[in-house]
């Protein structure tokens, strides 16, 4: 019998981190006896990493992954210093100044668990094919198709974050083979392993509870395509600090035998995903309520259910002071806020404010169930938006600086001072579609109004022209909290410029702070591994 931790072995120089060989696990002959046990040990269990508990673990959820470098690193939020609260080591600050480095350790297990994830999604396909009598034709290629398209997003992931990475598809690979791709190479891999996989999918919605719930479904994998076509400039080029950029015009996929360049992919699946059902909720918040599985909008969230999965939202928690927490019978940690660019760009201050902001924040003087929440018996907790600092200790508004996140629903009934709750974690939704498509319109020359004054009228806001920064914007205005970020301002050519209260770092203007440098534990175990420029 092999175990698991052995099997993985072949790719330590890639994540060295891991630890997979549970004491309990039963022998492979045992996991592997009919079509469903097969299903459930090589496929499903894929799902169970999508969430998570632990730092550095799962796409949303958790401190210190995937999350938080796209969200801190941005103009959207910062986690400020609270006098003795959030120093850290000086780590929230560096993700927000770009000071980040090869040796910091969450981002060592950052790119651990998305590898853990890939090595996994190739042992899975090694198991199926193994066990392959115990299916049928039909159910191997949907099972293979399942796997595909979830280590596929997990390269997605890397390639968003790291660029030029190793693309390792096999099991038996020995390391001194692994090598790293371009991001070329492993973008244009990606894309056509969804293509690929997605006839094999049901189209099926994977938000709603039942047999698709939480999986990647053919919807999906579509709304991955539009992303990959949207980031197609960025993703394809492979040296990202020569000061030259493709134009999506002239980058090409073939999508149902045409030809299309890049923002004409983005609308081919976008209509693909309107086609399968999907449009916007009337009521923005319906998305983020507790029990949100009824949603029209959300294409793929992380279930979460406080009796059956381990998955947590510690956004909430660690947002809010102390004594919001307190009124809420939960606990709290008093960190994130939104930056002062996010609520001006929302109108804060003005008599035009985004009437997304009362669900996005806690602003001002907070109440709970109606009533005012007190500092002390005379002082009345008031969140101040516009005193937001990277380090405020010692200032007047050490700790109630910053509108503070809102956007879930609370759940009273939650555990672990609210980060079991019952509200799933969205991913992807149809929203985001829209803008994309309205994006790729304007880059494309065309007309993108009526898809970017959909998501506005449902806003109860007025029309905007869909010009590019008008976009920029309604995605912070839209998307808050969403992970979007540091992806947007990239793609727009922002995210290395001065912004808010961050200054450009000494050569950050070539653009190398657009990716994250390959952590220097995983380069020194594998020699193949070159550091991404601008990094030591």
Known sequence: MKHFAVIILVLLSLTSCLDEHPRDQIPEAEA?????????????????YIGGHADSEGLQGTYRGVYDYNTFTTDE????????????????????????????????????????????????????????????DAQKAAYEAEVRAVRAMYYYYLIDMFGNVPLVVSE?????????????????????????????????HSNREGAYYGRITRPVVWFLLAKLALNAEVYADNDWTDGTKLDGKNIYFTVAGRRLNAWQTVECYADSIASA?????????????????????????IPMNKIVYANQFHYLFRSRHYRHGDMLGMGSENGTSAT?????????????????????????????????????????????????????????????????????????TAYLDGKLQDNDIVLFRYADVLLMTAEAKVRNGENGDRELNRVRA????????????????????????EGWRRQDLIRFGKFSSSYDQRPQLDGESSGYTTVFPIPDAVCKLNVNLKQNSGYK
């Not at 592997?32 to 169970?48: D, E, F």
């Not at 651990?112 to 890939?118: C, D, F, P, S, T």
């Not at 449902?458 to 909290?481: F, V």
């Open 277 to 301: 059902g999907y449009s916007l909720e009337d009521n923005y918040a319906k998305n983020f309520t507790v029990h949100n599985e009824s949603s029209v909008e959300n294409i793929f969230t």
């Open 32 to 48: 592997y006896t009919s079509a469903k046990s097969l299903y459930i040990n090589a496929v499903s269990t894929l799902y169970n």
């Open 340 to 412: 002062v660019s996010t609520v001006e760009t929302y109108g804060y201050g003005t008599g035009n404010v985004d009437a997304r902001y009362a669900l996005n924040f806690y602003s001002d003087t907070l109440r709970v169930d109606g009533s005012v929440v007190y500092l002390s018996k005379d002082k009345p907790l008031v969140y101040m938006p516009l005193e937001v600092k990277l380090d405020l200790t010692g200032t007047e508004y050490e700790k109630t600086a910053g509108a503070r996140m809102s956007k879930y629903e609370i759940d009273r």
């Open 458 to 481: 449902r806003a109860g806001m007025p029309a905007r022209s869909a010009t590019l920064k008008n976009i920029l914007d309604e995605r912070l205005l839209e998307l808050m909290w």
């Open 77 to 136: 939020a910062m986690l400020p210093t609270r006098g003795g609260d959030w120093y850290d080591g000086g780590f929230w600050q560096n993700l927000y100044l770009h000071r980040w480095t090869s040796t910091d350790r969450s981002l060592y297990d950052t790119w651990g668990y998305l590898y853990k994830v890939i090595v996994i999604c190739n042992r899975s396909l090694v198991r199926i094919e193994e066990n392959k009598a115990l299916l049928t």
């Open 172 to 204: 038996g690979t020995s390391i001194k083979d692994i090598e790293q791709s371009s991001r070329s190479k492993v973008f244009r891999f990606v894309f056509d392993e969804f293509q690929a996989v997605a006839p094999l999918l049901p189209n099926e």
